[in-house]
């Protein structure tokens, strides 16, 4: 059973930082590139960041500068450092792992909830 497990949300001031963590199980981790995305209310989700097994990383304009991903392919683990949080950075941030070989399958986890407020 496949199941990714987003953590690490919670509520910060604006200029403050998170690290959210993304935890997979069930599949080969190496076999995939891991990516965060994020859904405000009443918006469709943004795609943030991927990073492949080989940590080659690509990042949206949005968060260009002030986000980090990273990975630790021993843990299974997938991370968002999130710095100078913006009240804009408010939403759901989800993990999501896509098999690069034969079956491109898509996994998501549940979402972790990220406020920035004063």
């Known amino acids: 059973q496949v199941q990714l497990v987003e953590s690490g949300g919670g509520l910060v001031q604006p200029g403050e930082s998170l690290r959210l963590s993304c935890a997979a199980s069930g599949i080969i981790f190496s076999n995939f590139v891991t990516a965060w995305y994020r859904q405000a209310p009443g918006k469709e989700r943004e795609f943030l960041a991927f990073?492949?097994?080989?940590?080659?990383?690509n990042y949206a304009d949005s968060v260009k500068g002030r986000f980090t991903i990273t990975r630790d392919n021993g843990k299974n683990t997938v991370y968002l450092q999130m710095n100078s949080l913006k009240s804009e950075d408010t939403a759901v941030y989800y993990c999501?792992?896509?098999?690069?070989?034969?079956?491109?399958?898509?996994?998501w986890g549940q979402g972790t909830q990220v406020t920035v407020s004063s």
């Open positions: 999501s792992a896509q098999d690069v070989t034969v079956s491109k399958t898509v996994y």
């Open positions: 990073i492949t097994r080989l940590g080659i990383t």
